[in-house]
């Protein structure tokens, strides 16, 4: 097995990710990184593999202690913050995950996503004409935050008045999944979460006492096989839809449109409809994914990745990115190309059992945002060169300036 060193903080591979993963995925399917102590999985099919494979999870303290599985111990200063994943899906294994996946499903319904569409239009046309309005605006704090936010609020009815603050708490949360987290930003998240579970402890109460038809009430009273929720487990249930209801899907936008102002002619195919808005966003999904890396604990003795052995213990990371330009799946993979017919084979809403649950609703939010930005703006075009974020797992810009010549 290749043995490669590749330093994911950097800003040089942060800016342009795709040569050095390319070169990755190219040299091997399996590349262990000795510093980061990873073995990261290059290859579409691999990738695929890995996420349906039983043997590979998020979490093995069901299984083992931290010391069998060489894991560093939860440190106790965050407490807050394990406190909140402690019951997110995207931390458990089965049996727990099968339940708590069951009764989430139970409440989010494909009826109730579905009866979303209609919100997610009108609040795309409302939020343009303000910065259409305006001329200039930046495209994730003007539009895509504002907007991602509010219909998961609405889906799980948060009220509108703390938009800002939960996207505060969820950015300071969402720096732990980083490598190299700071004790800094360890420090902010931790505070963040324990503000994010008090007023989501208080929205359960509130919706106890006076329920109401949303999903929070929903989770509250959900049953499924005779067992219902804790309170512990809804509050990691609704911080996890919301946070990982709006970074993801605000993150698509950003890079999707930073890359389609880049390339005109990929503009103008959805803008003169020759691409639907739909088929697009799978293209873009594709091409710059939000989330580029997801990792696994390796739960078994014997598992082989790609003919490579892989011990028990061992901490498996799949990369999107990789994945996703891998030539054998998708021709000419480094091209944005919204007409891509097999585009949606990618793997940016993950697959196995922790595939993506909200896939259909940033299906939604995706296609009407394209459509709307594509009608109404056709001229729209770069007003500042944007920049990226530090982060890599979490994909994203920190502005994209737009302006509607
Ligand atoms: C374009 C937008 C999105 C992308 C690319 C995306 C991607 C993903 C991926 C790759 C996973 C699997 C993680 C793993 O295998 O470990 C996942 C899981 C998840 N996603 Fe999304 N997601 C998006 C939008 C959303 C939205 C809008 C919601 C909420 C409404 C959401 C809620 C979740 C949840 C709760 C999980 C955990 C599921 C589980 O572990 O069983 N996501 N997402």
Not at 247 to 258: D, M, P, Q, R
């Amino acid at each position: 097995m290749l043995a490669v060193e590749f330093d994911p903080a950097d800003p040089a591979f942060i800016a342009e990710p795709y040569a050095h993963l390319d070169a990755l995925r190219e040299a091997a399917p399996v590349v262990y990184d000795e510093r980061l102590d990873r073995y990261f999985v290059t290859r579409h099919v691999d990738v695929r593999g890995c996420l349906r494979d039983r043997r590979l999870g998020r979490q093995f303290r069901q299984l083992g202690t931290e010391d069998e599985f060489n894991a560093e111990p939860l440190d106790p200063r965050w407490q807050a913050f394990w406190d909140v994943e402690r019951w997110s899906l995207l931390f458990l294994e089965p049996p727990d995950h099968t339940r708590i996946r069951k009764l989430v499903a139970s409440a989010f319904t494909p009826r109730a996503v579905e009866g979303m569409r209609h919100s997610a239009e009108s609040l795309a046309n409302e939020l343009l004409d303000d910065c259409l309005a305006r001329g200039r605006f930046d495209l994730l704090y003007d539009f895509a935050q504002p907007y991602s936010i509010a219909l998961i609020c609405e889906l799980l009815g948060v009220p509108a008045e703390r938009h800002r603050d939960l996207l505060d708490w969820s950015h300071r949360h969402v720096k732990m999944y980083e490598f190299d987290t700071t004790e800094e930003q360890a420090r902010s998240a931790a505070a963040a979460a324990a503000e994010f579970r008090q007023y989501v402890v208080e929205l359960i109460e509130e919706r106890r006492r006076v329920p109401r038809d949303d999903l929070v009430t929903a989770l509250a009273r959900a049953r499924v096989d005779g067992t219902s929720l804790s309170d512990d487990e809804i509050v990691s249930t609704v911080v996890v839809l919301l946070n990982a209801g709006h970074e993801a899907t605000v993150n698509t936008l950003g890079n999707g449109v930073a890359g389609l102002m880049r390339h005109r002619d990929e503009w103008r195919r959805l803008v003169d409809g020759e691409v639907p808005a739909a088929a697009a966003s799978e293209e873009l999904i594709r091409w710059d994914p939000p989330l580029q890396l997801f990792e696994r604990w390796v739960l078994e003795h014997g598992v082989e990745i790609a003919g490579s052995p892989v011990p028990r213990g061992a901490v498996v990371a799949m990369l999107f990115g990789a994945a996703n330009r891998d030539p054998r799946v998708f021709a000419d993979p480094a091209r944005l190309d919204l007409g891509r017919t097999n585009a949606a084979a990618h793997v940016g809403f993950g697959g196995g059992i922790h595939v993506c649950i909200g896939a259909p609703l940033a299906r939604i939010e995706l296609e009407a945002s394209l459509r709307a930005l594509g009608e109404r703006a056709p001229r729209l075009e770069l007003a500042a060169e944007p920049v990226r974020t530090d982060a890599f797992v979490i994909r994203g810009y920190r502005s994209v300036e737009l302006a509607a010549a």
